[in-house]
């Protein structure tokens, strides 16, 4: 046997080292490549114009159609669903926070079952000249409803309460 041993089966600290090392840079070259030609979509949750939708929808509407006569700057409508008897308009704010407006022929309890799901009865308020129910939910989400001649309104979201407050005083049927 020579005097100079192989380190084939038993490799020395420096062999490992020199391993890992190159593998390491393998997974940060990859890494790398990959970040230099992804793309992050600019508005990941994309638009809707609202208000053409509530242009022709009033005329077909079974009901008083309410919406924001226009959003505060940032804000985005993100959703829009109309059918003679219902009414859909989901907005995002500046912040991201979600606010939803729904209108449809259907009782109070199927509304706050479909649209409010775990939210509890606390009270009610005065937006406008308006009373509404006012019902908090699961995850600081606070709600708004409405009943009259069948139709109820319930304005839903996960912004602070004023900032509710004022997308509901906000609504208009013009």
């Known amino acids: ?74 804000w985005k409508a993100t959703s829009v669903r109309f059918s003679p008897q219902s009414w859909h308009l989901g907005v995002l704010t500046k912040a991201g926070n979600y606010i939803g407006l729904e209108q449809a022929k259907i009782s109070v309890d199927r509304a706050v079952d479909e649209f409010a799901k775990g939210s509890k009865t606390a009270g009610t308020t005065r937006i406008g000249s308006q009373t509404w129910e006012l019902r908090k939910g699961p995850k600081d989400a606070i709600t708004y409803v409405r009943a ?9 979201g996960d912004a602070p309460r004023t900032v509710v407050e004022n997308y509901v005083s906000s609504l208009s049927t013009s």
């Open 1 to 74: 046997m020579s005097s100079t041993s192989s380190s084939r089966g038993n490799p020395s600290m420096g062999d490992i080292l020199r391993s890992v090392s190159v593998l390491v840079l393998v997974v940060l070259a990859i890494w790398g490549f990959s970040k230099l030609f992804s793309q992050k979509p600019d508005s990941p949750t994309p638009s809707v114009d609202y208000a053409s939708t509530v242009k022709s929808a009033r005329p077909a509407a079974d009901f008083p159609l309410l919406a924001p006569t226009s959003l505060p700057a940032a």
């Open 148 to 156: 009259e001649a069948g139709l109820t309104t319930l304005v839903t």
